[in-house]
């Protein structure tokens, strides 16, 4: 069969049916092209442009369109759309440009946003919000609506009752299929999206749940107690949302029911919000390893500048630790002032070798991989050996090109054998510390990086100059 010249970014399925292709570029996001545009009708002042343009968008994406503009720009087109913006939009905007926009906004349009949201996205816009108004924005809500998310604010931050929704669906036992395709039909009120059904005991305790697709699929006097699952992952509304990430990591699951002291159904963590939080936990993770912390590039100057002062606080220490270190070996480094020349080289192979053990232990300690508990010798007898490994490697060609260099192969044998110590111990030092951490109670991915930092410069250090204090004075 032979049809009309398909051009680019078409294609042609089985049936006949053309269909347009987008560039990876194009699958998500505001292109180039359109944040032009919007930049050039705010510069205009058409109005209508602008909500014309945005008016297409996925919220998440008007979110990235309001982070892209010039903070003067971002003014003028919050002042433009503020009344047709989605509230899923503020839920995608990063906290600070959220608390500019919010700012803005009088309670009471404030409370109006929020009882459109999701119960769980509306608890985490107003757990940013200052308690004054706060309390104002609950005060404009609906009596049932505000009871919810006043709970919801109870549960500590980053737990599994800020992180649920109230919006599910739970069904009794005895119910059977029909029943429920017909109560799901003609009730007005379910979540927009769900993809389980809870199954509740009189006391409101689940039972069991059943996908939506195991409904559609069975007869229609089947009773929902003969097709529901009954070995639940049930997660206590204080649990940290890390474990309610790994829960739904570890078993795939798209859902988990979430209860309350007494083991009542209060809520529901989805997988949406899941993915949300496993980004959130591993950006913190690695922010953290660098001594970033938490950082935002919409933040003012001096906000990004005094979260990063304090891990170069605490770099000024180490320095001035290795500095008294170093000038304990003045008189060497006066007869040999090569070693001058060398030594930075063992401490910045040790840590650097030692940062890629210490990003590893910390990931795999957040995913479980690895805990306090178990397995902890088997990883720290493989982080040693690949130290070493590596170590004899560099060792051989650092101690080469420093004896060839300054003409003294006892030069070459010292600065070989402190790279060994220095690059065995970052293996070492790295895999325990952030295990001895995490045993203690301490968040590994914040305390660990200057921990080794002082270590393998002290310690690389200390081995070159003391070595070279025995074999080369």
């Given at each position: 069969m032979?049809?009309?010249?398909?051009?680019?970014?078409t294609a042609q399925t089985d049936r006949g049916t053309v269909v347009e292709t987008v560039d990876e570029e194009e699958l998500y996001g505001p292109s180039e092209e359109l944040l032009e545009n919007v930049s050039a009708a705010l510069a205009a002042g058409d109005i209508p442009l602008v909500e014309n343009l945005i008016e297409p968008l996925h919220p998440a994406d008007v979110a990235d369109l309001i982070e892209h503009l010039e903070p003067d720009q971002r003014k003028l087109f919050l002042d433009i759309t503020r009344h047709a913006l989605e509230p899923e939009t503020i839920s995608h905007l990063d906290e600070s440009l959220r608390d500019e926009v919010v700012d803005q906004m009088a309670p009471a349009e404030l409370a109006s946003m929020v009882t459109e949201l999701d119960s769980d996205d509306a608890v985490d816009l107003l757990?940013?919000?200052?308690?004054?108004?706060?309390?104002?924005?609950?005060?404009?809500?609906?009596?049932?609506?505000?009871l919810y998310l006043e709970q919801g604010l109870t549960y500590p931050e980053d737990s599994a009752g800020r992180l649920m929704q109230r919006e599910l669906v739970a069904l009794p036992a005895l119910w059977n299929v029909g029943e429920t395709i017909d109560y799901l039909r003609a009730t007005a009120d379910l979540p927009d999206d769900f993809y389980d059904l809870f199954v509740l005991d009189a006391a409101q305790k689940p039972l069991g749940s059943v996908p939506v697709s195991r409904v559609l699929r069975s007869k229609r006097e089947t009773k929902l107690n003969e097709i529901m699952d009954e070995e639940l992952r049930l997660v206590p509304a204080d649990t940290d949302q890390e474990a309610v990430a790994y829960l739904f990591r570890q078993y795939g699951l798209m859902s988990a029911p979430v209860v309350d002291a007494g083991g009542r159904l209060i809520g529901v963590v989805t997988v949406d919000d899941v993915v949300r939080v496993i980004d959130e936990e591993a950006e913190e993770d690695?922010?953290?390893?660098?001594?970033v912390g938490d950082t935002d590039f919409h933040a003012p100057a001096y906000v990004t500048a005094?979260?990063?002062?304090?891990w170069l606080v605490v770099t000024l220490v180490n320095t001035l630790i290795a500095a008294f270190v170093i000038s304990r070996f003045e008189d060497t480094i006066g007869h040999y002032p090569a070693l001058a020349v060398l030594m930075p080289i063992t401490a910045a192979m040790g840590g650097n070798a030692g940062v890629q053990v210490i990003t590893v232990t910390v990931r795999a300690l957040a995913t479980r991989e690895i805990t306090p508990s178990s397995n902890v010798g088997r990883i720290v007898m493989k982080e040693l050996t690949v130290g070493l490994m590596n170590a004899i490697v560099f060792a051989v060609i650092l101690g080469t090109l420093g004896g060839l260099w300054f003409g003294s192969v006892g030069?070459?044998?010292?600065?070989?054998?402190a790279m060994i110590f220095n690059m065995v111990w970052a293996g070492f030092a790295g895999t325990t510390i952030p295990i001895v951490m995490e045993k203690l109670g301490f968040d590994p991915a914040t305390g660990a990086g200057p921990f080794l930092t002082t270590t393998t410069d002290c310690l690389g250090f200390f081995a070159f100059l003391g070595l070279a204090t025995l074999f080369l004075t």
């Amino acid at each position: 069969m032979t049809g009309p010249e398909l051009g680019p970014g078409t294609a042609q399925t089985d049936r006949g049916t053309v269909v347009e292709t987008v560039d990876e570029e194009e699958l998500y996001g505001p292109s180039e092209e359109l944040l032009e545009n919007v930049s050039a009708a705010l510069a205009a002042g058409d109005i209508p442009l602008v909500e014309n343009l945005i008016e297409p968008l996925h919220p998440a994406d008007v979110a990235d369109l309001i982070e892209h503009l010039e903070p003067d720009q971002r003014k003028l087109f919050l002042d433009i759309t503020r009344h047709a913006l989605e509230p899923e939009t503020i839920s995608h905007l990063d906290e600070s440009l959220r608390d500019e926009v919010v700012d803005q906004m009088a309670p009471a349009e404030l409370a109006s946003m929020v009882t459109e949201l999701d119960s769980d996205d509306a608890v985490d816009l107003l757990e940013d919000l200052d308690d004054e108004t706060q309390r104002q924005v609950l005060d404009n809500l609906p009596a049932a609506d505000r009871l919810y998310l006043e709970q919801g604010l109870t549960y500590p931050e980053d737990s599994a009752g800020r992180l649920m929704q109230r919006e599910l669906v739970a069904l009794p036992a005895l119910w059977n299929v029909g029943e429920t395709i017909d109560y799901l039909r003609a009730t007005a009120d379910l979540p927009d999206d769900f993809y389980d059904l809870f199954v509740l005991d009189a006391a409101q305790k689940p039972l069991g749940s059943v996908p939506v697709s195991r409904v559609l699929r069975s007869k229609r006097e089947t009773k929902l107690n003969e097709i529901m699952d009954e070995e639940l992952r049930l997660v206590p509304a204080d649990t940290d949302q890390e474990a309610v990430a790994y829960l739904f990591r570890q078993y795939g699951l798209m859902s988990a029911p979430v209860v309350d002291a007494g083991g009542r159904l209060i809520g529901v963590v989805t997988v949406d919000d899941v993915v949300r939080v496993i980004d959130e936990e591993a950006e913190e993770d690695l922010l953290n390893i660098v001594g970033v912390g938490d950082t935002d590039f919409h933040a003012p100057a001096y906000v990004t500048a005094f979260q990063r002062v304090r891990w170069l606080v605490v770099t000024l220490v180490n320095t001035l630790i290795a500095a008294f270190v170093i000038s304990r070996f003045e008189d060497t480094i006066g007869h040999y002032p090569a070693l001058a020349v060398l030594m930075p080289i063992t401490a910045a192979m040790g840590g650097n070798a030692g940062v890629q053990v210490i990003t590893v232990t910390v990931r795999a300690l957040a995913t479980r991989e690895i805990t306090p508990s178990s397995n902890v010798g088997r990883i720290v007898m493989k982080e040693l050996t690949v130290g070493l490994m590596n170590a004899i490697v560099f060792a051989v060609i650092l101690g080469t090109l420093g004896g060839l260099w300054f003409g003294s192969v006892g030069l070459g044998f010292v600065l070989g054998s402190a790279m060994i110590f220095n690059m065995v111990w970052a293996g070492f030092a790295g895999t325990t510390i952030p295990i001895v951490m995490e045993k203690l109670g301490f968040d590994p991915a914040t305390g660990a990086g200057p921990f080794l930092t002082t270590t393998t410069d002290c310690l690389g250090f200390f081995a070159f100059l003391g070595l070279a204090t025995l074999f080369l004075t």
